[in-house]
């Protein structure tokens, strides 16, 4: 007998094709005969929100009138995926769904589908606070996610003729978008520029000019939890709609500028991920939605109080800082501490202390946000002063703690030209996390090292997770059912742990050959997937090894085609025989940042490896290569369930955590991957043995640093000294994959032979060799199958519950709601 918890509404398929039937009528004004499955994907959303309603206010008022602290979570990044799937789930309606749609005259596929992803995310940053957020609901903790509702998200990557990643605005609302309710009556005002002026000897500013912060509200259902919480999308209005005298003078375009100016705050994400990138918008966005937030927070904890007690604030919310981007609340709080509540300056930084953490999500020096003063000051002239004085206490504390004047000045948050975030939050809020062991050590031995000494206290770890809900249960449906019947219960959904329940059933022939059936099966269904969306022709019986995320050149996506070039040389050199290699597909799938140079030149040259090699006769069938154009959260949902091999191949010491790899392995990838991030405690969970380990250590990385490998140019010895590696790189240079031209990829091969900083070059040897026992295991269906079924069995570590349970202990205290 297997255990069924999962969520099932009381509702029939008969009654919710009712309520399909009324939004479509009532509501959108078409009959079920003219309704497109848009139409129906729209009448259904609505109808799963009203299911959900009840449990949304119910969570609301629980939280504002009980007594569990509530998590704020700020970030300029939520990537949500598409809604309606999850939705189903968590309402306990998916079965009723896709009978009623059925009923009438859909496909339930059509209708999921007719959805437009939300791109309001880059990449592992913004999916992270997804996964948080459904994680917090499923939990029952009460909570805000609060972000941005960006116009325009994640740009649209094509590839042109030659190749070259072509980025197209994202305009994902330009049809209707059922799950966001806009909220004009809960707006807040947030103001900039101007200056500061002294009345009766208190500090006043005077703004310049302001925007209308209006929230856009997205249910967050728990699963099984009962819980519905909220995210809160800002979106930015103007107060002046048009200046009808200069309208009337026909001047059209200045008469709607201040409104357009308004509206350009909450316009577009920003496409670089993990580096910063100094733009006065970007910081005007920063502080739009953070202020908004907090002066949102105070309106919901304390209804209707014109003077609240304020001194209670830390013990209604905890506000969590993702990466830099919402640091500038700090000082925001504490100037509404101040000058809208009157508090003084101690009061006030006890309070702001006591109610930010912050979690550094990154081990590049370089992404660590820094504005220049100036632009602070021009912007928020009242915030430079509070930084300036929080600098001063600062740097009066550490004297206070004997440490010496150097060191002081290292540390400072404020240097005269620029304010260093990442210094400020460590200062400015309780707890400072890193999201994997490794990166959390690193940040003490290394980019936080001094505040580390200082406030040793601050300093936790909380290994990043994946909420299993979408990327198990919604995007691998077989493998679920197969985890449900071996371990009797589906349980696992909420208490992933139980995964471990399989262990025993790695010995089980029976049920390993159950496993990689299906595999098998989600290999078909991705092939008639990328033949349906790219027009590919991908062979489901060949091995399917997969590198998706950001473009970097620290992930080295470099590294992986420069192998698949080295086997591609062999083959042609007559070296090696294509009938002795494993047949391999390589499905690639990554977006450049547009300014990013030599990461969109990698992606050319990905590109036309793929075109050279899947059209050559001497090695079809054998290697192919696919880059399937804008890779999103659909795309991975339908990719990763059908992976057998996962590259995690970035340089030791820079990825701070990855949670593709999570999503791989408990979909039963195995993982070719470096000692880096969450790599690390993957490999001790689901065993070494399990795990195809290669290339240097951090340690081993910094070492050949210090010899000089960037700066004195020693990747060209590897590449002198390693004729494979030579051949590859050779075939670059001499136009193979450019129709003869040999300039088209020189800045990356030069990049390669000279500098090569993330020591792609170095790792090379390495990495073929693993490449050798990937091969010779993967001939062993059988002993595959096993090592992936320990990869899902041991992973349960690796989901977002059990992270949001680390946040709660130890550094939210606080827990689900009553
Ligand atoms: O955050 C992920 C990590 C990943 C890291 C990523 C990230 C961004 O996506 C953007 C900015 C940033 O500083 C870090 O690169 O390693 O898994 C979630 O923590």
Not at 243 to 256: C, G, I, M, Q, R
Not at 343 to 365: M, Q, R, V
Not at 540 to 564: C, D, G
């Amino acid at each position: 007998m297997t255990e069924i918890t999962a969520p099932k509404s009381a509702v029939t398929a008969e009654q919710f094709a009712d309520e399909i039937r009324e939004q479509l009528k009532y509501t959108q004004g078409v009959t079920v005969e003219q309704a497109k499955p848009a139409d129906v994907y729209v009448a259904a959303s609505a109808a799963v929100r009203r299911h959900l309603v009840d449990s949304w206010m119910k969570t609301q008022s629980d939280m504002v009138n009980g007594n569990t602290k509530a998590v704020g979570y700020l970030s300029a990044e939520f990537l949500m995926g598409k809604q309606l799937e999850n939705a189903l789930l968590n309402a306990g309606l998916t079965d009723q769904f896709n009978k009623a749609v059925k009923d009438l005259g859909f496909s339930a596929q059509e209708i999921i589908d007719a959805e437009y992803e939300p791109g309001l995310g880059n990449g592992g940053l913004g999916r992270l606070a997804a996964c948080f957020i459904d994680s917090l609901a499923s939990l029952g903790v009460p909570a805000f996610g609060y972000g941005i509702q960006y116009k325009y998200g994640i740009f649209k990557q094509e590839f042109d003729e030659n190749g070259k990643q072509i980025e197209t605005p994202d305009y994902w609302l330009a049809n209707e978008e059922p799950w966001g309710h806009i909220d004009y009556n809960r707006d807040q005002k947030v103001s900039f520029g101007g200056e500061v002026v002294e009345e009766n000897g208190k500090k006043v500013w005077k703004p310049a000019w302001s925007v209308r912060a209006v929230p856009v509200d997205y249910m967050v259902p728990g699963y099984a939890s009962g819980r519905v919480n909220t995210l809160r999308l800002w979106t930015a209005k103007s107060y002046d709609e048009f200046d009808l005298l200069t309208f009337n003078k026909s001047e059209y375009l200045d008469a709607v500028k201040p409104q357009v100016e308004a509206e350009n705050i909450s316009k577009i994400l920003y496409p670089e991920d993990s580096t910063p990138q100094g733009k006065a918008l970007r910081l005007e966005q920063q502080y739009f939605f953070v202020s908004a937030s907090i002066h949102d927070a105070i309106r919901v904890f304390y209804p209707g109080q014109d003077k609240p007690d304020l001194t209670t604030f830390a013990d209604k919310i905890t506000f969590q800082l993702n990466d830099t981007h919402p640091v500038i609340g700090i000082p925001e709080l504490m100037r509404v501490l101040m000058d809208e509540y009157g508090y003084d300056w101690d009061t006030a930084w006890k309070i702001t202390n006591k109610t930010f953490n912050y979690t550094c999500h990154t081990l590049l020096p370089e992404a660590l946000e820094v504005w220049p003063s100036k632009l602070i000051g021009e912007l928020l002239p009242r915030h430079l002063e509070i930084i300036e004085k929080i600098n001063d206490q600062f740097e009066a504390e550490l004297k206070a703690k004997g440490v010496d004047e150097a060191t002081i000045k290292d540390m400072a948050i404020y240097t005269g030209d620029s304010v260093r975030m990442a210094f400020l939050a460590s200062y400015g809020g309780s707890h400072v996390n890193g999201v994997a062991e490794l990166h959390s050590q690193l940040l003490k031995d290394v980019t936080l090292k001094n505040f580390s000494d200082v406030y040793p206290d601050k300093f936790t770890n909380v290994t990043n997770g994946v909420t299993p809900r979408r990327f198990i249960k919604l995007a691998n449906p077989r493998l679920s059912d197969v985890i449900t019947e071996g371990l009797g219960t589906d349980k696992w959904l909420s208490d992933l742990e139980l995964l471990k329940g399989l262990i025993p059933l790695a010995d089980d022939d029976e049920f390993v050959k159950k496993f990689a059936a299906v595999k098998q099966a989600n290999k078909v269904d991705f092939s008639n997937f990328a033949k349906r969306k790219y027009g590919f022709d991908i062979d489901p019986n060949t091995m399917i090894n997969t590198m998706v995320k950001r473009l970097h050149e620290y992930k080295r996506q470099a590294l992986k085609i420069l192998s698949v070039i080295a086997d591609y040389a062999d083959i042609k050199s007559g070296k090696v025989s294509a009938d002795d290699i494993m047949p391999r597909t390589i499905v690639f799938g990554a977006k450049a940042a547009p300014g990013y140079y030599l990461a969109k030149q990698t992606i050319q040259l990905i590109n036309n490896v793929a075109r050279v090699i899947n059209n050559d006769p001497d090695v079809k069938g054998k290697l192919n290569v696919y880059f399937p154009w804008n890779y999103n959260i659909e795309l991975a949902m339908n990719l990763i369930p059908a992976t057998d091999l996962d590259e995690q191949i970035s340089q030791a010491g820079k990825e701070a955590s990855g949670t593709g790899n999570m999503k791989f392995a408990l979909n039963g990838a195995l993982t070719v991957g470096t000692l880096d991030g969450a790599n690390v405690e993957i490999r001790e969970r689901v065993g070494a043995e399990n795990f195809f380990l290669f290339g240097m250590t951090e340690p081993e990385v910094s070492a050949l640093y210090a010899k000089g490998y960037d700066t004195k140019g020693l990747s060209r010895e590897y590449y002198e000294k390693d004729p494979q590696l030579k051949a590859a790189i050779d075939m670059v240079a001499d136009g193979t994959f450019s129709d003869g031209d040999k300039d088209t990829y020189k800045d990356l091969v030069n990049d390669w032979l000279n500098k090569d900083y993330f020591m792609t070059l170095a790792d090379f040897r390495a990495y073929m060799d693993i490449q050798a026992q990937i091969e010779e295991t993967y001939r062993d269906p059988m002993k595959w199958s096993r090592m992936a079924v320990l990869n899902v069995a041991n992973s349960g570590y690796f989901s977002s519950d059990r992270s949001i349970e680390d946040y709660l202990e130890r550094i939210w205290h606080t827990g689900p709601l009553k």
